[in-house]
């Protein structure tokens, strides 16, 4: 593997607060914010739910995995927010690495559940019972999560700009060990 880019990728379930930490992140950093749903949707040219719906889950998988490939071919220096699947494909976790600092946003699945209530955009919340399927998701991705990160930040206590702080810590922190192993 060669060196990592420079980027700060957020990686984490739904609703962990990667997409709002990572804009609020992108202000205080002054550099670019992206979010490879919203690449994808606009790869595809329709939403996430209506891939999902019209070609199915691994078509959406196979655009997330191409959009990380493209992300390290034309992007660097920018705050990544990729969706809460994306670290379960095993191919995809050498590319999250490979762009920059990877940052995992736990939360519990309580807190997941409350900010996520009423959903619509979530295909995979859509069934009878969101709740169990946000358990038993959580628990079937907490490995892939943990082995994909650099860096890991409990994240279900912080309310707005504490959890920017605590990143912009953290990926600081990560950044000096590298530098002097
Ligand atoms: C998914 C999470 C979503 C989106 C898609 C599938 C998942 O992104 O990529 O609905 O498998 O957890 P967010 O984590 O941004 O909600």
């Given at each position: 593997m060669g060196m990592k880019k420079h980027n700060i990728v957020l990686i984490g379930f739904m609703g962990s607060g990667k997409t709002s930490n990572g804009i609020a992140l992108s202000?205080?950093?002054?550099?670019?914010?992206?979010?490879?749903?919203?690449?994808?949707?606009?790869?595809?040219?329709?939403?996430?739910?209506?891939?999902?719906?019209?070609?199915?889950?691994?078509c959406f998988r196979k655009a997330e995995t191409a959009c990380l490939t493209r992300l390290l071919e034309n992007t660097d220096k920018t705050i990544i927010s990729v969706g809460g699947g994306t670290p379960v494909r095993a191919e995809n976790r050498p590319l999250l690495k490979q762009l920059g600092c990877v940052v995992y946003l736990r939360v519990k699945p309580e807190t997941v559940i409350k900010r996520l209530k009423g959903d619509t955009t979530r295909p995979?919340?859509?069934?009878?019972?969101?709740?169990?399927?946000?358990?038993?998701?959580?628990?079937?991705?907490?490995?892939?999560?943990?082995?994909?990160?650099?860096?890991?930040?409990?994240?279900?206590?912080?309310?707005?700009?504490?959890?920017?702080?605590?990143?912009?810590?953290?990926?600081?922190?990560?950044?000096?060990?590298?530098?002097?192993?």
């Open positions: 202000y205080k950093k002054k550099i670019p914010f992206v979010d490879t749903d919203h690449l994808i949707e606009q790869a595809e040219k329709r939403p996430i739910t209506e891939i999902f719906a019209t070609d199915g889950e691994e995979l919340l859509q069934g009878d019972n969101p709740e169990e399927t946000v358990r038993r998701l959580m628990e079937a991705r907490e490995e892939a999560y943990a082995d994909s990160a650099d860096v890991i930040l409990d994240m279900d206590d912080y309310r707005n700009r504490d959890g920017v702080e605590a990143i912009v810590k953290a990926v600081k922190d990560f950044e000096n060990r590298e530098e002097k192993p």
